[in-house]
Antibody, heavy 125, light 107 residues
Framework: QVQLQESGPGLVKPSGTLSLTCDVSGGSISSSYWWSWVRQPPGKGLEWIGEIYHSGSTNYNPSLKSRVTISLDKSKNQFSLKLSSVTAADTAVYYC??????????????????WGKGTTVTVSS | DIQMTQSPSSLSASVGDRVTITCRAS??????LNWYQQNPGKAPKLLIYAASSLQSGVPSRFSGSGSGTDFTLTISSLQPEDFATYYCQQSYSVPWTFGQGTKVDIK
């Protein structure tokens, strides 16, 4: 079964760039799925950051779009998140997730069915 | 962006209780609604997708209903492992957005 694992620095300086990687095991990142990033500030709810399709197409949250880049590395079977110009407000647990699609009645239903365990990123000097 | 509002924000219940959580969208989203369960310090877990489809491996005591703007997650008989926070999420249009969460704790 597919498993996801986030990795990256746990501490990033203000104004710096947050860089995380999600390793995909038990399946191919080239399969027909969306690969997402979601974050959760301490004690708060979930915020979707963006996603990338196996073809390389991307969708981003407009609230973060100017600072976010999500990319694929098919040779390593992983995808990555870069968030620039970070502030303390970007301190959160960051999750990677697989976006699956179900077709029913001609409609395409998207849902995140496999999640990594999450990695904590703190923005501080 | 589509705003998702859950009610209540928290509730206290006992093992065996029937629990209902409501999610309302700021506009019609047809059946593009998912439910997740999150335990403290853990990743979210998909329970229900497309408003009423049970994810594989999820106990049948969980069910979802609704369409348009109003949705419900029901736990028919609360079990000890169900004390957690529940989130709804719309998949009608990007950006995908979540409700603020409903925390279910022990009465």
């Amino acid at each position: 079964q597919v498993q996801l694992q986030e990795s990256g620095p746990g501490l990033v300086k203000p104004s710096g760039t947050l860089s995380l990687t999600c390793d995909v095991s038990g399946g191919s990142i080239s399969s027909s799925y969306w690969w997402s990033w979601v974050r959760q500030p301490p004690g708060k709810g979930l915020e979707w950051i963006g996603e990338i399709y196996h073809s390389g197409s991307t969708n981003y949250n407009p609230s973060l779009k100017s600072r976010v880049t999500i990319s694929l590395d098919k040779s390593k079977n992983q995808f990555s998140l870069k968030l620039s110009s970070v502030t303390a407000a970007d301190t959160a647990v960051y999750y990677c997730a697989r976006g699956n699609i179900m077709v029913r009645g001609g409609k395409y239903y998207h849902y995140m069915d496999v999640w990594g365990k999450g990695t904590t990123v703190t923005v501080s000097s | 962006d589509i705003q998702m509002t859950q009610s209540p924000s928290s509730l206290s219940a006992s093992v065996g209780d029937r629990v209902t959580i409501t999610c309302r969208a700021s506009q019609s989203i047809s059946s593009y609604l998912n439910w997740y369960q999150q335990n403290p310090g853990k990743a979210p877990k998909l329970l229900i997708y497309a408003a009423s489809s049970l994810q594989s491996g999820v106990p049948s005591r969980f069910s979802g209903s609704g369409s348009g703007t109003d949705f419900t997650l029901t736990i028919s008989s609360l079990q000890p492992e169900d004390f957690a926070t529940y989130y709804c999420q719309q998949s009608y249009s990007v950006p995908w957005t979540f409700g603020q969460g409903t925390k279910v704790d022990i009465k």
